[in-house]
């Protein structure tokens, strides 16, 4: 299991939305008015699973914007998570008393353009790569360690206010459990008086894709 059982996700493999205007707020259309089709059905259909977290968590509807970053806006008292590639969209709600951030992140498992691990990955990362696909070569371990990269920053952002580098973080994927652990290489978020220094996650390969998720649990 990918999440906690107090959290609340919704997820589709497809965009059956008709006209996207016809399930999006005015100032969410706004948002993507110039945006080509394919933008503004995955735009829509990621906010429609959204709005269902939030109604099983007890919010009605609501407009989901962005900050300058494209961080979802959430209500007061949730904290969430949105994502979308090609074939999936997910969201991820909970309350903010019990988680204090969430990040997740979809990829199609399959390798990453020529010349971006080196964008993303330190030295010891790519060791541990090499190693990861001579044991399981069925997984692109590129892919998900990009992904779960993003599942950090999407963590890390709402608590912030600031970028991460993907070098700001060393990330070690374990493929026996299902788990990753991102060790922060500058001073951490302080949440509920205590600095965190790792971000810790879960991860799966299954239907063709890759899908981490980061949740930080509230202090108590």
């Not at 709600?93 to 204090?100: E, G, M």
Request: one cysteine or more.
């Amino acid at each position: 299991m990918l999440l906690p059982a107090w959290t609340v996700a919704e997820h589709t493999f497809s965009d059956t939305l008709g006209e996207p205007e016809s399930v999006l707020f005015p100032e969410e259309a706004a948002r993507v008015a110039r945006a080509v089709s394919k933008r503004r059905q995955e735009y829509a259909t990621v906010r429609v699973c959204a709005r269902a977290a939030l109604g099983r968590l007890g919010y009605a509807p609501v407009p989901l914007l962005a900050n300058r970053r494209g961080a979802p806006l959430w209500p007061v008292g949730v904290v969430g998570s949105m994502t979308h590639c090609a074939g999936y969209r997910a969201a991820v709600v909970a309350r903010s008393t019990t988680a204090a951030s969430i990040g997740i992140d979809a990829e199609p498992n399959g390798p990453l353009p020529a010349g971006l691990l080196d964008r993303i990955a330190l030295p010891a990362e790519r060791d541990r790569l090499d190693r990861l696909a001579a044991h399981c070569p069925s997984t692109h371990w590129d892919r998900l360690l990009f992904s779960a990269k993003e599942s950090v920053f999407k963590t890390w952002y709402p608590l912030t206010g600031t970028e991460l580098d993907f070098h700001e973080a060393d990330l070690t994927i374990n493929p026996s459990d299902g788990t990753f652990a991102a060790r922060l290489l500058v001073p951490g978020p302080v949440v509920g008086g205590e600095r965190t220094e790792v971000f810790t996650g879960r991860w799966a390969s299954a239907s063709g894709l890759v899908v981490t998720a980061v949740v930080l649990p509230a202090p108590a």
